[in-house]
């Protein structure tokens, strides 16, 4: 049923009709009067009551006249002439809500102060009801005497201590089912609540630590120690100053992380790196000292770009408490305007809360208006209507640097107001669409007084690579193959010196690729050549000279990445197989749930598959902010569950190879399946459908779509991106009525790349 009216009463008293707020309250007297009605509704109260308790410093015969006037304009404001919502009589008042009428109340009271007094913790519901408290029941309205203020600040101890409740018990729950970011979303929002709750903040550093997000625990404790010395006077318990010095000593896993039930695949160390890790570490105390930077790490694809750059990253932000945004773009994607800066935000947003606050407190009206263009969830984070902007209205992409690089350097400062860097890193920025690479272009110089490092790999030949290194004050970190006396490390360091001899000569195939030994090693793996040794590393089987029965891709003397992926698919069970084909053309990144939607697949396959993927490192877990912690088999196998969350191909090569070998009639098929699944989803660009159905011959579905992309683009100065979804939907459009066969159906209709 549509809702008449849309009561809110945390966070303050919001009364909607549609869209259009009802504010023509003649008085705050009227207005508080509305909230007691409203808050009370269903319950009949006398005149004489609600005279004396909005008027009691006026005469009986005053406060009644003031009460009739009110009631007048009450009723003209919020009634319906043929719907009244007021009961009123000679003696009485009484609001009753018309079934189409809806206050977050009922839900929240249904939940949190049950009637029958029912105890049990229902972490759905619970969820929901929480999520309704914006704020203090009825905040920032004045009382009007001693007996109104009473009722508020009882109703405001009784819902607070509601909520306070419900938190605790997802707080606990989270922490013994493994949700760590839920947990971490109903701690921060206890200790907003709550700020002086030691126990609160101790679970909240806890379930950092146990995300992967070891500096933001650390960072967290010194927060912590900083409020309870200037609030308290004390420092904190011998409980939490232990937790703070496991954390630090890497202590924290311990038991709460179960062993695997069987190894996963080899993890090569990374070799040959030093000078460029000396180079980023110059790089970064710049950014310590205040200076805002950007840094292009260049190389040719598998040459390592990713793991320099996490591997610098992690021990940056741990020990200093820096807040990492990152975003990426990928090969097998169709071009979304800013899709890269759009996932940074959306991180910001999701997971730091904090942050997000003092986005919101420093950034212009017009400036929000300009970032809900790339984040539209922005404004969400404390239950507030999101920012909408106007119908017809468009934003240059000045604008939005401008915009962004106020939230960026709004990111740097601590609640404190200490300083702490923030760092964006941007990945893969040779697969970026032309308005990406043109907004981070204009955002670099924007930041450059701040302690921002804006992080960036890219191939040396993209466009991207090429913009980026003209800025002024960019520098450029450029990865090399591997030297053999490098290689010679890195197996000697994998299997000791038995064996290794034959295994150097095979790995300087590669030509000095980290991906493509990688993927041979694990190939290796596969093929049971290599075993683990107890203790750690790993023993060669085979016979010196030869791998027998390993079938090694070899052209031109050199190994091929996809061929070596190809070969470790084939070693798959069926069901891992048929879980990566359809990962494979649902995108880069895929979600358990919907890839069981697509083909009906058990939950029980999903499970066992997705572990055996994992195991096999073919994917890993997308976890959707930036986890600080080295424990990768930790965080991606066992943290949470193996089927929650977002999945991600380990390697972009990965999901190329998969999906090219799919043949096309079965490939048509699944994108429409995928199509149809995501219909129904949020958050899924147009751009991004329309491939689905471009690429499953739905050409008319996938028309209109493209166009109102392109529109949408138009509106954010992707103009690259707008031309190439018009040209695109007139190209299907065509194909569609000629009912010919065109490029147009092809597997990879969007995937062509406007900023090349």
Same mark, same amino acid.
């Given at each position: 049923?549509?809702?008449?009216?849309?009561?809110?009463?945390?966070?303050?008293?919001?009364?909607?009709?549609?869209?259009?707020?009802?504010?023509?309250?003649?008085?705050?007297?009227?207005?508080?009067?509305?909230?007691?009605?409203?808050?009370?509704?269903?319950?009949?109260?006398?005149?004489?009551?609600?005279?004396?308790?909005?008027?009691?410093?006026?005469?009986?015969?005053?406060?009644?006249?003031?009460?009739?006037?009110?009631?007048?304009?009450?009723?003209?404001?919020?009634?319906?002439?043929?719907?009244?919502?007021?009961?009123?009589?000679?003696?009485?008042?009484?609001?009753?809500?018309?079934?189409?009428?809806?206050?977050?109340?009922?839900?929240?009271?249904?939940?949190?102060?049950?009637?029958?007094?029912?105890?049990?913790?229902?972490?759905?519901?619970?969820?929901?009801?929480?999520?309704?408290?914006?704020?203090?029941?009825?905040?920032?309205?004045?009382?009007?005497?001693?007996?109104?203020?009473?009722?508020?600040?009882?109703?405001?101890?009784?819902?607070?201590?509601?909520?306070?409740?419900?938190?605790?018990?997802?707080?606990?729950?989270?922490?013994?089912?493994?949700?760590?970011?839920?947990?971490?979303?109903?701690?921060?929002?206890?200790?907003?609540?709550?700020?002086?709750?030691?126990?609160?903040?101790?679970?909240?550093?806890?379930?950092?630590?146990?995300?992967?997000?070891?500096?933001?625990?650390?960072?967290?404790?010194?927060?912590?120690?900083?409020?309870?010395?200037?609030?308290?006077?004390?420092?904190?318990?011998?409980?939490?100053?232990?937790?703070?010095?496991?954390?630090?000593?890497?202590?924290?896993?311990?038991?709460?992380?179960?062993?695997?039930?069987?190894?996963?695949?080899?993890?090569?160390?990374?070799?040959?790196?030093?000078?460029?890790?000396?180079?980023?570490? =110059?790089?970064?105390?710049?950014?310590?000292?205040?200076?805002?930077?950007?840094?292009?790490?260049?190389?040719?694809?598998?040459?390592?770009?990713?793991?320099?750059?996490?591997?610098?990253?992690?021990?940056?932000?741990?020990?200093?408490?820096?807040?990492?945004?990152?975003?990426?773009?990928?090969?097998?994607?169709?071009?979304?305007?800013?899709?890269?800066?759009?996932?940074?935000?959306?991180?910001?947003?999701?997971?730091?809360?904090?942050?997000?606050?003092?986005?919101?407190?420093?950034?212009?009206?017009?400036?929000?208006?300009?970032?809900?263009?790339?984040?539209?969830?922005?404004?969400?984070?404390?239950?507030?209507?999101?920012?909408?902007?106007?119908?017809?209205?468009?934003?240059?992409?000045?604008?939005?640097?401008?915009?962004?690089?106020?939230?960026?350097?709004?990111?740097?400062?601590?609640?404190?107001?200490?300083?702490?860097?923030?760092?964006?890193?941007?990945?893969?920025?040779?697969?970026?669409?032309?308005?990406?690479?043109?907004?981070?272009?204009?955002?670099?110089?924007?930041?450059?007084?701040?302690?921002?490092?804006?992080?960036?790999?890219?191939?040396?030949?993209?466009?991207?690579?090429?913009?980026?290194?003209?800025?002024?004050?960019?520098?450029?970190?450029?990865?090399?193959?591997?030297?053999?006396?490098?290689?010679?490390?890195?197996?000697?360091?994998?299997?000791?010196?038995?064996?290794?001899?034959?295994?150097?000569?095979?790995?300087?195939?590669?030509?000095?690729?980290?991906?493509?030994?990688?993927?041979?090693?694990?190939?290796?793996?596969?093929?049971?050549?290599?075993?683990?040794?107890?203790? =750690?590393?790993?023993?060669?089987?085979?016979?010196?000279?030869?791998?027998?029965?390993?079938?090694?891709?070899?052209?031109?003397?050199?190994?091929?990445?996809?061929?070596?992926?190809?070969?470790?698919?084939?070693?798959?069970?069926?069901?891992?197989?048929?879980?990566?084909?359809?990962?494979?053309?649902?995108?880069?990144?895929?979600?358990?749930?919907?890839?069981?939607?697509?083909?009906?697949?058990?939950?029980?396959?999903?499970?066992?598959?997705?572990?055996?993927?994992?195991?096999?490192?073919?994917?890993?877990?997308?976890?959707?902010?930036?986890?600080?912690?080295?424990?990768?088999?930790?965080?991606?196998?066992?943290?949470?569950?193996?089927?929650?969350?977002?999945?991600?191909?380990?390697?972009?090569?990965?999901?190329?190879?998969?999906?090219?070998?799919?043949?096309?009639?079965?490939?048509?098929?699944?994108?429409?399946?995928?199509?149809?699944?995501?219909?129904?989803?949020?958050?899924?660009?147009?751009?991004?459908?329309?491939?689905?159905?471009?690429?499953?011959?739905?050409?008319?579905?996938?028309?209109?779509?493209?166009?109102?992309?392109?529109?949408?683009?138009?509106?954010?100065?992707?103009?690259?991106?707008?031309?190439?979804?018009?040209?695109?939907?007139?190209?299907?459009?065509?194909?569609?009525?000629?009912?010919?066969?065109?490029?147009?159906?092809?597997?990879?209709?969007?995937?062509?790349?406007?900023?090349?």
């Amino acid at each position: 049923m549509q809702r008449r009216l849309e009561i809110h009463t945390f966070g303050g008293f919001d009364v909607r009709r549609g869209e259009a707020r009802v504010n023509d309250f003649e008085s705050r007297k009227v207005e508080a009067l509305a909230a007691y009605l409203l808050s009370n509704r269903g319950r009949t109260f006398s005149r004489d009551h609600l005279a004396s308790l909005l008027w009691p410093d006026r005469t009986e015969a005053s406060a009644r006249r003031n009460l009739r006037q009110a009631l007048y304009n009450l009723r003209s404001t919020m009634e319906h002439e043929a719907e009244p919502c007021f009961v009123v009589d000679a003696r009485s008042v009484r609001f009753e809500p018309h079934p189409g009428d809806w206050i977050d109340l009922d839900p929240f009271e249904k939940v949190l102060l049950p009637e029958d007094g029912d105890t049990a913790v229902d972490p759905r519901g619970l969820a929901n009801a929480v999520r309704l408290y914006r704020g203090q029941f009825l905040d920032g309205l004045p009382s009007p005497g001693i007996g109104y203020e009473e009722w508020l600040l009882g109703e405001q101890e009784r819902y607070r201590e509601a909520v306070l409740r419900a938190l605790r018990d997802l707080v606990d729950h989270a922490l013994a089912t493994g949700d760590h970011e839920a947990g971490i979303r109903y701690a921060r929002q206890l200790v907003r609540i709550d700020p002086l709750s030691e126990e609160t903040h101790r679970k909240l550093i806890r379930l950092y630590a146990l995300s992967g997000r070891r500096g933001r625990a650390l960072a967290h404790y010194d927060d912590l120690v900083e409020l309870l010395r200037r609030e308290l006077g004390v420092a904190p318990l011998d409980e939490t100053t232990e937790l703070h010095r496991s954390i630090r000593e890497g202590q924290i896993f311990g038991p709460e992380i179960p062993a695997a039930p069987e190894p996963t695949g080899p993890v090569l160390p990374m070799v040959g790196r030093a000078r460029e890790l000396v180079a980023l570490e =110059g790089l970064w105390h710049r950014v310590l000292e205040g200076r805002g930077h950007l840094t292009l790490v260049t190389g040719s694809e598998g040459i390592g770009k990713t793991r320099l750059v996490k591997t610098f990253l992690h021990r940056a932000s741990s020990d200093s408490g820096a807040t990492v945004l990152q975003g990426a773009w990928h090969e097998l994607e169709p071009p979304v305007p800013y899709r890269g800066l759009r996932q940074a935000l959306d991180e910001l947003v999701s997971h730091e809360l904090d942050a997000v606050e003092r986005i919101l407190d420093g950034t212009p009206p017009e400036e929000l208006a300009h970032l809900a263009q790339l984040a539209p969830d922005l404004t969400r984070t404390q239950g507030a209507p999101p920012v909408q902007p106007q119908s017809g209205s468009r934003v240059s992409k000045q604008q939005l640097a401008r915009a962004l690089s106020r939230a960026i350097v709004l990111t740097t400062r601590a609640e404190d107001d200490t300083v702490r860097p923030t760092i964006l890193y941007l990945e893969d920025l040779h697969w970026a669409d032309r308005s990406s690479l043109e907004l981070v272009a204009a955002l670099c110089p924007l930041v450059q007084d701040a302690p921002v490092w804006v992080i960036v790999t890219a191939r040396p030949d993209s466009a991207g690579a090429r913009l980026l290194s003209e800025l002024p004050g960019a520098d450029v970190v450029a990865l090399e193959p591997l030297a053999p006396d490098d290689m010679g490390e890195l197996v000697r360091a994998l299997v000791g010196a038995d064996g290794a001899e034959h295994l150097i000569d095979l790995l300087g195939q590669t030509g000095g690729n980290a991906l493509a030994a990688s993927s041979l090693v694990n190939l290796l793996w596969d093929h049971d050549t290599l075993e683990p040794v107890e203790g =750690g590393g790993w023993h060669v089987t085979a016979p010196p000279g030869g791998f027998p029965g390993v079938p090694i891709p070899v052209r031109d003397s050199a190994v091929s990445i996809d061929e070596l992926i190809t070969a470790r698919v084939t070693r798959l069970p069926p069901s891992s197989r048929r879980l990566l084909t359809l990962a494979a053309v649902a995108g880069p990144r895929f979600e358990p749930d919907l890839l069981g939607a697509i083909e009906g697949e058990e939950e029980a396959v999903i499970e066992a598959s997705l572990r055996t993927l994992l195991e096999r490192w073919l994917v890993r877990l997308a976890l959707g902010y930036w986890a600080d912690s080295r424990r990768d088999r930790d965080m991606v196998m066992w943290v949470g569950g193996a089927r929650r969350g977002t999945f991600e191909f380990a390697h972009g090569a990965v999901h190329r190879a998969i999906y090219r070998t799919l043949d096309p009639a079965r490939r048509r098929a699944l994108h429409l399946k995928v199509a149809a699944a995501l219909e129904g989803a949020s958050k899924v660009p147009l751009e991004v459908l329309a491939h689905h159905y471009l690429a499953g011959g739905a050409n008319e579905r996938a028309v209109s779509l493209l166009l109102k992309a392109a529109a949408l683009a138009e509106s954010i100065d992707a103009h690259a991106e707008a031309v190439y979804a018009r040209d695109l939907a007139s190209r299907a459009s065509r194909a569609s009525k000629s009912k010919t066969a065109s490029s147009t159906t092809s597997s990879q209709p969007l995937l062509t790349d406007p900023g090349e």
